[in-house]
């Protein structure tokens, strides 16, 4: 009795330190200038430092129901924030460069990764980071194929990297091209990866670019919804192979095997894009669900260590990088093509 109820207090515990780790990252992202590091990068380096020094070995069981139950949570919660109307705000000329952009994303991605060697789980997770919006669309991913935590921890890490360099080049080249304001916003809008460095980036360009940079980033974040439910499709009929397999060819039912928490992200989505979730309540849901996105991200770093890191090696960062500059240049085509510069 008392081995488990020390247990449990263990449990307890372990979620504690991921809140507080989360709440410190957060802080911290606020204290940061110029609005650089996302507060779910941040956890997850942290995470990562302490896990690295420190192997809190008893933490494991908590680790895992953060980074997996209350990670789907949050991706539930997350809908609520998405709204389809958004795109008609923007315009059909971004959603056009976008489909390109994709289209490299996950097409380029499929022959380039056979390159680096990646599996289909993380050289994905780096293309939907890559091409949707960093760090929330490699968290509401990764449960729908059970991405591994260190494949999470590695596509973070790599589309996080670029986009620390790209948040200084991107207005120096864009001043170097000439470019207009708003074909700077739709190119930095279109093809940086995280919110946090799409603002950034934008804004040192010019506050008219920072501002459709961020209206065209808010665009391409609905994505996620057909995203996710593509490889929901995908991971579904994976899974129904193999336990047909396993039941020596007998039928799986599907629905014993379709994510959960995709209904209800679909469902949240559905409703605030009907204007059925207040925007008030629509704004709350979506800090609650950042902060929890950002709680399991401290978890999976919490369950990483640069040992990881150092296992595998430089091919993951070299197939964000070749994605990420295959992407930079393929919407820079497109805009000119449509001849916005």
């Known amino acids: 009795m008392e081995t488990t109820s020390k247990k449990r207090g263990m449990f307890i515990l372990g979620i504690a330190i991921c809140f507080a780790v989360a709440g410190l990252s957060i802080m911290l992202e606020k204290l940061i200038p110029g609005e650089i590091l996302g507060a779910s990068i941040i956890a997850l380096f942290m995470g990562t430092i302490i896990n690295s020094f420190f192997h809190p070995k008893w933490m494991q069981p908590a680790l895992k129901f953060t980074s997996k139950k209350i990670l789907k949570i949050a991706i539930v919660l997350l809908g609520a924030s998405l709204?389809?109307?958004?795109?008609?705000?923007?315009?059909?000329?971004?959603?056009?460069?976008?489909?390109?952009?994709?289209?490299?994303?996950?097409g380029g991605g499929y022959f380039i990764r056979k390159i680096f060697g990646l599996n289909w789980k993380l050289s994905n997770l780096i293309s939907a980071g890559t091409g949707i919006c960093g760090g929330s669309a490699v968290a509401a991913i990764a449960p729908v194929i059970d991405a591994d935590d260190?494949?999470?921890?590695?596509?973070?890490?790599?589309?996080?990297?670029?986009?620390?360099?790209?948040?200084?080049?991107?207005?120096?080249?864009g001043k170097a091209l000439k470019m207009t304001d708003i074909a700077y916003g739709i190119w930095a809008?279109?093809?940086?990866?995280?919110?946090?460095?799409?603002?950034?980036?934008?804004?040192?360009?010019?506050?008219?670019?920072?501002?459709?940079?961020?209206?065209?980033?808010?665009?391409?974040?609905?994505?996620?919804?057909?995203?996710?439910?593509v490889f929901a499709f995908i991971s579904t009929r994976i899974k129904q192979k193999?336990?047909?397999?396993?039941?020596?060819?007998?039928?799986?039912?599907?629905?014993?095997?379709?994510?959960?928490?995709?209904?209800?992200?679909?469902?949240?989505?559905?409703?605030?894009?009907?204007?059925?979730?207040?925007a008030t309540l629509s704004s709350v849901i979506k800090g609650i669900s950042k902060f929890?996105?950002?709680?399991?991200?401290?978890?999976?770093?919490?369950?990483?260590?640069?040992?990881?890191f150092k296992k595998a090696g430089l091919r993951p960062m070299f197939y964000g990088i070749t994605i990420d500059t295959l992407v930079t240049l393929t919407a820079l085509v497109v805009i000119w093509c449509m001849g916005l510069m």
């Not at 992200?265 to 605030?272: M, T």
């Open 83 to 106: 709204s389809i109307n958004t795109i008609m705000s923007v315009g059909k000329m971004t959603f056009f460069v976008m489909i390109f952009t994709f289209a490299m994303c996950f």
């Open 150 to 173: 260190k494949d999470v921890a590695f596509a973070m890490s790599s589309t996080f990297l670029f986009d620390m360099v790209m948040v200084a080049l991107y207005p120096i080249m």
């Open 189 to 229: 809008g279109t093809s940086v990866n995280d919110t946090a460095s799409v603002v950034a980036s934008g804004y040192a360009f010019s506050e008219m670019a920072g501002d459709f940079a961020t209206m065209v980033k808010l665009t391409r974040t609905i994505a996620i919804i057909p995203t996710v439910l």
């Open 242 to 278: 193999e336990m047909k397999i396993a039941n020596n060819g007998k039928n799986v039912n599907l629905v014993k095997i379709i994510p959960w928490f995709i209904g209800g992200f679909l469902l949240l989505a559905i409703l605030n894009s009907i204007g059925l979730i207040p």
């Open 292 to 308: 929890l996105m950002v709680t399991a991200l401290a978890a999976i770093g919490l369950s990483t260590s640069i040992t990881d």
